[in-house]
DNA sequence: CTGTTAGCGCTTTCAA
DNA sequence: TTGAAAGCGCTAACAG
């Protein structure tokens, strides 16, 4: 598409284009008169250097790739805005990719990296994701790797998590304290540590104040949307129906809203719920909504600011450092 | 990173680059049981051809840009879901870029792109940006261009909208049916050709019911959060509080619901409201919510075609066309 | 301080 | 059917 380079910088101004090229990287062999030739002449003629030329002289190409499960999905888009932010900062470029939960797109994605064409990989594995050689073997590749929330556990990289086990529990010890004594757990693939983690706090928050555990009350939501609704509205309808739920994701906790005003639940009286969620909106709309919210931003920010510092190479990273941003209950009514 | 190259596999194979390269593209003039040779030690060595090299030779990187002011916002994650999604099926890479409706980013990453680090361009403008000169530029430098809901009039280039005029209309009259009669108008910058054609139709649909126009009810929100929250308040503590309220965009939707529940004000009681919005959830969430929805992901999806139908010169496009996808009024309560 | 030169890894004539 | 060689636009070692 462009045209202009430095070999017609460079004959305009009757220098090399060694020269040329230095003196806009502004360097101090080149004299400030000559610079400021050079300087004006780029600017007149609206010079932008071609990346790829430079990229593939450098084997370094200043872009990053993201790949994230899904990006309709509050907390997703705000964690990379939060990368994105930090990567004009730098000076770096963003590729984003989608997996759409889909382990095998996944795989090409990881493979497709292999090629040198990004610095570095932010990632949150997808739902379905067990077998990560993929992952193993972009590292392999030397390509950095930073995981966000959906983090790897086997792989030794940095992860930026939020504290789920705690914010399980919390979500639990809330309900309990609102009154509930059958709390159900909506769960998706327990291949992802989040999801144990969560679960976890669960169980412990049950413990703690000595209920039971029953695991008809742990629903597991691994599949499409069409059966994941047929399981919450069984769950809502059957005879001993949860007088609690704790939604271990945004679209759970949604599934669930909707499922409620079909069959008339009133949520709080009838059943109350929390969930994780980024919805920032969702409790505004609703007051009976209490959410457990993710610093998605700051995660992203995060994530970015650790690849970016060692791509940088500023300092070495210890290799399985781990971050952890707490979560924030978000309790809007007074009715739960 | 990476370090496979034709180089190596063509030592391994005793063959010459050219050979090689030719093999892995299929070419014809290439015999079955060389490539086949070629095909299994590349997929053995698991090579990845370095895509700035090719990039860099024939003048095209397989890569698009995507730049939305904001991400944080179903409307444009969505939209980026359908980009992307296209995307893949091409075969083309995705960078993105946030504007933070902010004109001056928008400038720097339009200049960015003239460098020939993407094929084309898919752009909806920042909410500031009046002077269009950044992206006539990048139009001169031969990037394909593709605007989507935040159109440029005065450019000539492919447009995706949604029918806004008529949601305007629409969206008045249903007000106006609801029994409303003081119908506020909330907008963001009257340089968006949609904010101009959405208040247009709200006008329209006051005229067309003989409802009389008043300056006072239509706000202009441009500013920071804290004004124009301040700005929605004081209409709505106002003696002539409007008993309807129309919001160009969704985050002015939400900032109504967030001071009608400080302000204590019932909707749809004491004041009906009904809003752009692309929250799915959000009027799951509130009954009392009516939303006008974009087909926001379809919206991606046909701006993607448009630009690489394109950038591979499938055939002409008329340079002004412009795709209008309807967008749909939501009623989810009988209360409005 | 500035120029010459040799690539980065790939594609593509042109020649064999 | 294969190979040799030029070159995309830029950078960096080396020379002057």
Request: aromatic fraction near 6%; charge should be neutral.
């Amino acid at each position: 598409m462009n045209t202009v380079n430095l070999k017609q910088l460079a004959k305009e101004l009757n220098l090399s284009v060694s020269t040329v090229s230095r003196a806009l990287r502004d360097s101090w062999e080149i004299s400030t008169p000559t610079k400021q030739r050079v300087f004006d002449l780029a600017k007149k003629m609206n010079f932008q250097p071609n990346p790829y030329a430079s990229s593939l002289r450098k084997h370094r190409s200043r872009t990053i790739a993201v790949v994230i499960p899904e990006v309709a999905n509050n907390f997703f888009a705000l964690a990379i805005k939060g990368i994105e932010t930090i990567a004009r900062e730098k000076g770096y470029h963003v590729l984003i990719y989608l997996t759409n939960e889909d382990c095998g797109e996944e795989v090409s994605v990881a493979a497709n990296l292999q090629s040198g064409r990004v610095d570095g990989v932010i990632l949150s594995l997808s739902e379905q994701t067990r077998d990560v050689r993929h992952l193993l073997e972009l590292q392999q590749r030397n390509v950095p790797l930073v995981f966000f929330d959906r983090v790897c556990d086997s792989i030794e990289a940095p992860k930026v998590v939020t504290n789920d086990y705690e914010s399980g529990f919390v979500a639990t010890e809330h309900l309990i304290k609102a009154g509930c004594r059958r709390i159900a757990h909506l769960t998706i693939s327990m291949d992802l540590s989040i999801s144990h983690k969560r679960m976890k706090g669960y169980t412990d928050g049950l413990l703690r104040y000595d209920l039971p555990f029953d695991e008809e009350m742990v629903i597991h939501c691994e599949d499409d949307e069409e059966s994941i609704y047929r399981k919450i509205r069984a769950l809502l309808s059957s005879e001993k129906r949860p007088d609690g739920i704790f939604a271990s994701v945004e679209k759970l906790a949604v599934q669930v809203y909707h499922v409620c005003r079909e069959l008339g639940l009133d949520i709080p009286k009838d059943v109350k719920v929390l969930g994780f969620s980024n919805l920032v909106t969702a409790s505004l709309l609703n007051p009976a909504l209490t959410t457990i919210s993710q610093p998605a931003y700051e995660m992203g920010k995060e994530a970015a600011t650790i690849l970016f510092r060692r791509l940088e190479k500023k300092y070495i990273v210890v290799p399985d450092d781990r971050v952890i941003l707490p979560a924030r209950l978000e309790v809007r009514s007074s009715t739960i």
